[in-house]
């Protein structure tokens, strides 16, 4: 965790240790995923990208996919202040295009399906925005953070190391 001199006289909670390296363990798993991850990105505006995934990490809470996709909105000229209002996007929409606001919907219905399934008038408003190709991807890149939260999670992965633009593939 960075900090600065004022934090430094805080005693803050120790780190947590990562309970296995996926990477390591599995490296074909990874390497699938690294490839799935490329694939499902192509043709997405990587600013709307970046907001999907750390909406879709937020409702999973995976703290280290946080960490990594809100560092490289920002290194990518995303604001704070519209990443500080995407945990309530709802009550803050006029942050938000209505473009990225179909997308976070859409990434919310696919992310929390255990609330049920993605209904019509989410998956509509998501297909009045983007293409039918567009749409296609921005349904396989939700479903591709989902996945990587939960191996981040179910690994606890370190937040907090992260450098911007490390995992860029």
């Keep these: 965790m960075t900090t600065n001199t004022a934090d430094e006289a805080k005693e803050y909670a120790p780190e947590h240790t990562p309970r296995l390296e996926l990477a390591k363990l599995a490296p074909e798993v990874y390497k699938a995923m690294v490839k799935l991850d490329a694939a499902a990105r192509q043709g997405i505006d990587p600013v709307l990208l970046e907001l999907v995934k750390i909406r879709a990490s937020q409702l999973n809470h995976c703290a ?18 519209r990443l500080i209002q995407l945990s309530a996007w709802e009550e803050s929409r006029h942050y938000y295009t209505p473009k990225e606001i179909a997308a976070i919907e859409l990434t919310e219905a696919i992310t929390v399906l255990t609330d049920g399934f993605v209904p019509d008038e989410v998956y509509e408003r998501a297909a009045a925005h983007f293409d039918e190709t567009e749409l296609a991807q921005l349904i396989a890149a939700i479903t591709v953070i989902n996945a990587w939260n939960r191996f981040g999670v179910s690994t606890r992965m370190v937040p907090g190391h992260y450098t911007p633009g490390a995992f860029k593939h």
């Design 64 to 81: 280290f996919c946080l960490d990594m996709h809100s560092k490289d909105a920002l290194a990518a000229g995303e604001s704070a202040e």
